[in-house]
T-cell receptor, first 115, second 114 residues
């Protein structure tokens, strides 16, 4: 079954405590991306990766890091979380290049609360 | 740069009534347009997409959308609402030049009343 798996699904943490949200896909997709969803703002892109070792900033990259060492994994790192990073986070993937139809496949989301 | 505006953050419809969700876009190049649906505690899933073929696009669960270039709109409709249609709906646009950037609207929450 095609899947985008995020962990953890729910996390409550404190300001400044480093955390990583993992994302793994089994569809052999080149493109992977992280979004955050906030009420009234829709989804905003944090970072994206067109392929292994290729990452780029989205609209709201401040306070986040990513890496793409393997095709299937794209972890999101919050080095020093702050309360304004409390949000619902989604990982999304799609095929790359000419093979793509543009459709994104989403994980189920990770709800993060920073106290 | 492209952008999307969804009119109405909340829409309430009666079961069996027409569902109409409005989406207007701006794009400097021919756009690709999408509607996604998000059910409670789930990720987003694709309802339908427009990629420069037919202007009337049919999607899953009885939804359809019409691309109107003159109005820069891509409104989503369903003739008869079902209780299971209660969800949040997002319109999104991508430039045809690049798949890297999918811009989402703020979303419309649909409530279906008996």
């Amino acid at each position: 079954e095609a899947q985008v798996t995020q962990n953890p699904r729910y996390l409550i943490t404190v300001t400044g405590k480093k955390l990583t949200v993992t994302c793994s896909q089994n569809m052999n997709h080149e493109y992977m991306s992280w979004y955050r969803q906030d009420p009234g703002l829709g989804l905003r892109q944090i970072y994206y990766s067109m392929n292994v070792e290729v990452t780029d900033k989205g609209d709201v990259p401040e306070g986040y890091k990513v890496s793409r060492k393997e095709k299937r994994n794209f972890p999101l790192i919050l080095e020093s979380p702050s309360p304004n990073q409390t949000s619902l986070y989604f990982c999304a993937t799609r095929l790359g290049g000419a093979s793509s139809t543009g459709e994104l496949f989403f994980g189920e989301g990770s709800r993060l609360t920073v106290l | 740069a492209q952008s999307v505006t969804q009119l109405g953050s909340h829409v309430s419809v009666s079961e069996g009534a027409l569902v109409l969700l409005r989406c207007n876009y701006s794009s400097s190049v021919p756009p690709y347009l999408f509607w996604y649906v998000q059910y409670p505690n789930q990720g987003l899933q694709l309802l339908l997409k427009y990629t420069s073929a037919a202007t009337l696009v049919k999607g899953i669960n009885g939804f359809e959308a019409e691309f109107k270039k003159s109005e820069t709109s891509f409104h989503l409709t369903k003739p008869s609402a079902h209780m299971s249609d209660a969800a949040e709906y997002f319109c999104a646009v991508s430039d045809s030049d690049s798949w890297g950037k999918l811009q989402f609207g703020a979303g419309t929450q649909v409530v279906v009343t008996p």
